[in-house]
């Protein structure tokens, strides 16, 4: 079994030589500028710690699906920068504030090709499988970001309601991403629905922890402006929390349809808003919820059978991944 150093240098490496095609340099330059201020990839990371409790051995048939992750939730960020108007991504200016609006929808697509080309690499036993869960998966993530878009013309949503959209938008391509490291690695049917769970939720907290932290993060480490979501009307699992739980939901309403035109009313209006969430105690509760998410994901794995070392590996990825939140 490969050990996490060994994953994180693999994964360094892999990053380091990705290449892209290099002409019209205005369309693929954003893929390699997308790629270059990195990121945790949290993704592949996850791809190759599952299966490396199946393999050990690193080959194209495992590199390429496990890039092909990061090249496509690439694309996805940089579709939704768009959509959410967001300036930054990584600490970085985003593509469309870099080049424009067309360059990133153009290149955003382009990388979604890129991405199926590196998963048509997988090797040719679990190809058809792999393809179809990678399939499934793109999809249920546009289905996840019509939802999120969806809830910014409604006042409430119901927790349920918002679950659903995060399961889709951000916890299935964790779940993929695990189950498609198991897959390539030889596991069980049993193992690749087990280890899909653990990715799952792992995927649930981890987007709680980032909305969580987009109110109380730091922005050195966080990678982009505090109180986006504030900002721009968003709904957050904070946002819904505190809506279930205020006596005064008119209160918290006004709070967050102040404008956010200029600095101070941008600061005005966090301030404000964050303060009703204080006073609710729903930072508390989100906190609660990412450690409620993760034991779900370790429940997911600890009947399989692995040994002790196994499940240590994914219980120190899983601290790894939401620690930052606790």
């Known amino acids: 079994m490969l050990k996490e150093p060994e994953i994180n240098e693999i994964v360094g490496r892999l990053f380091d030589e990705i290449e892209f095609t290099r002409e019209p340099a205005g ?27 199946f393999s050990d051995r690193i080959d194209e048939g495992i590199l390429a699906p496990a890039s092909a992750l990061e090249v496509f939730h690439s694309f996805t960020l940089m579709h939704d920068d768009i959509m959410d108007r967001s300036p930054l991504r990584r600490g970085m200016p985003t593509v469309w504030k870099k080049w424009n609006e067309d360059t990133a929808i153009l290149s955003g697509d382009v990388m979604l090709i890129d991405a199926y080309k ?7 036993a679990v190809l058809n499988r792999t393809l ?10 546009c289905d996840g970001q019509q939802y999120d878009m969806d809830f910014e013309s409604v006042q409430e949503v119901p927790m349920e309601d918002y679950n659903k959209m995060i399961g889709l938008k951000t916890a299935v391509l964790l779940a993929c991403s695990a189950e498609m490291g198991a897959l390539i690695g030889g596991a069980s049917e049993a193992e690749c629905a087990a280890l899909y769970n653990y990715g799952y939720g792992l995927g649930m907290a981890f987007q709680v922890a980032d909305d ?25 699992w904070l946002t819904v929390r505190t809506l279930e739980k205020t006596a005064d939901k008119a209160a918290f309403l006004a709070a967050f349809a102040l404008p956010a035109d200029t600095p101070e009313q941008k600061a005005a ?13 729903v930072d508390r509760d989100a ?28 219980r120190r990825f899983a601290e790894r991944l939401v620690g930052r939140a606790k």
């Open 27 to 53: 369309l693929y330059d954003p893929l390699r500028y997308m790629i270059e201020i990195g990121g945790k990839r949290i993704r592949p990371r996850l791809c190759l710690t599952a299966y490396s409790l």
């Open 118 to 124: 590196r998963i048509a690499k997988a090797p040719g």
């Open 132 to 141: 179809e869960l990678f399939s499934r998966t793109a999809a249920q993530v």
């Open 212 to 236: 969580y932290l987009d109110a109380f993060g730091d922005e050195k480490v966080f990678g982009k402006p505090i109180g986006g979501d504030i900002v721009n009307c968003k709904k957050s």
């Open 269 to 281: 209006k966090i301030a404000a808003v964050k303060e009703i969430y204080l006073q609710c105690g």
């Open 287 to 314: 906190k609660e919820e990412i450690v409620r998410f993760t034991d779900q994901a370790l429940d997911s794995v600890s009947e399989l059978g692995f040994s002790p070392l196994k499940l240590e590996v994914l």
